[in-house]
């Protein structure tokens, strides 16, 4: 419905401006209504619902983001009325902001004392800046990680703080259009790329051709608006030369009187018998006409009754679909209210979610780090296991050698002394 919305508007201006008949051709026509629907989700394609959970994922983190640059913006309006908020606040974020203030002084003045000091202590100077910036930053990640904890906390001080102008405004609706950017852009695939390609081209190609019949029709005009000039330079001749012959007429018609009188005289009496007939046959036909005249009224006045039933029943259809319009926004504006609780809810689990999921994580990677600390002890007590039965082996087989090596050495003195008493017994 809402992009069908535009085209349902569109109808009520066109019969508003052209009459009856543009309604009649919008009804007669739903093919280039569906088109042109087609056409402006193609165009706009963040009125699609993202159907990708890396797609929602990244939707939420930047919307997430552009939170949290809301409430870093609203941080320095809130120190500076500090006192008609810590109520609202209560103590522990009070005191995050008072630090926070304190690290924002000395930055300050830090940065004014390095402006105006000399260069011998730049060096030391930079390190303090980096230091006291890393404070900063950690102070604003601690603000922003109590106000977040508190959701309706924050619609609260946004409520109140930004009847003020804030500086970083431009910063965050620049990241606003970047993050409906990179919505167009993960939504759109690389067909309805093509697709949009394509329709603008056909949109310029139609506007080329329509700019060339307007120019050859402006052509036409002009050459119309030329040849109707030149016709009526003409008849305002033909009007001077009439105007002459009429003052020569009216001259000869002077000298003529005398005896168009004398002859007029003569004829009136019989002109005066044809014009009483004449009168006669003209009344007849003045009746005739008049008869045809009232015909003509009664016919004129019907077709335009008919043409004010028409208006009226054209009237009635605009508001009967101005009321639905009116109906189905309603409609719609509390879906969306739905929506957005329901929304409002789960965010909030999804906040005890992870603040649970960050103690788990840290009790997970303690019994990680002891699970690394017994493997690590398991591996070397079994290297030096593997050496010690190693070193064994190899002392053992060196034992067997040196036993194995001193039998044949004492049965080789046993051989050679037998062989040494026969010789000598022969």
């Known amino acids: 419905m809402a992009t069908g919305d535009p085209a349902v508007l569109r109808l009520p201006s066109q019969d508003m401006k052209q009459g009856n008949e543009p309604l009649v051709k919008g009804m007669a026509t739903p093919e280039k209504a569906a088109i042109t629907l087609d056409a402006m989700q193609m165009l706009d394609p963040r009125q699609v619902k993202p159907d990708n959970i890396e797609t929602e994922r990244i939707k939420t983190v930047l919307d997430e983001t552009i939170a949290k640059l809301e409430l870093s913006s609203l941080i320095p309006c809130i120190i500076d009325s500090l006192d008609r ?255 957005h609780a329901a929304y409002t809810e789960e965010k909030a689990q999804l906040s005890l979610l992870m603040e649970k999921r960050a103690v788990l994580l840290q009790e997970y990677s303690q019994i990680e780090e002891e699970r690394r600390m017994c493997q690590k002890k398991k591996e070397q007590a079994l290297k030096e296991f593997t050496t010690m039965t190693l070193a064994a082996i190899r002392i053992q087989a060196f034992w067997r050698g040196y036993l194995v090596r001193s039998l044949f050495k004492s049965k080789r003195k046993k051989k050679k002394k037998k062989g040494k008493g026969k010789k000598i017994k022969k």
């Open 85 to 339: 908020f810590a109520d609202m606040l209560g103590p522990e974020i009070t005191k995050s902001l008072i630090e926070h203030q304190k690290l924002s002084n000395e930055m300050e003045h830090l940065l004014a004392s390095s402006e105006e000091g000399n260069t011998m202590r730049a060096e030391e100077q930079q390190g303090c800046l980096c230091l006291l910036e890393q404070r900063l930053k950690c102070s604003v990640r601690n603000v922003l990680r109590l106000l977040l904890a508190n959701p309706s906390l924050c619609q609260a001080l946004k409520y109140e703080a930004w009847a003020k102008e804030s500086p970083a405004k431009g910063f965050i609706e620049a990241f606003g259009e970047f993050r409906n950017f990179m919505l167009e852009r993960l939504l759109t695939s690389p067909v309805e790329e093509e697709e949009k390609i394509q329709f603008m081209e056909d949109i310029s190609l139609r506007i080329k051709k329509n700019t060339e019949a307007i120019t050859a029709l402006q052509a036409e005009l002009a050459a119309a608006i030329r040849t109707r000039e030149e016709e009526i330079h003409k008849k305002d001749n033909v009007i001077k030369d009439l105007k002459n012959s009429m003052q020569d007429l009216t001259e000869d018609c002077k000298a003529g009187i005398q005896q168009i009188k004398q002859e007029g005289e003569k004829q009136q009496k019989e002109e005066l018998q044809a014009s009483q007939a004449r009168c006669a046959r003209l009344q007849q036909d003045i009746q005739q006409l008049g008869a045809q005249l009232n015909a003509l009224v009664l016919e004129h006045r019907a077709s335009e009754l008919a043409l004010r039933k028409r208006k009226c029943r054209v009237e009635m259809e605009i508001v009967n679909w101005i009321q639905k319009y009116d109906a189905d926004m309603g409609e719609k504006q509390a879906e969306y209210e739905e929506v």
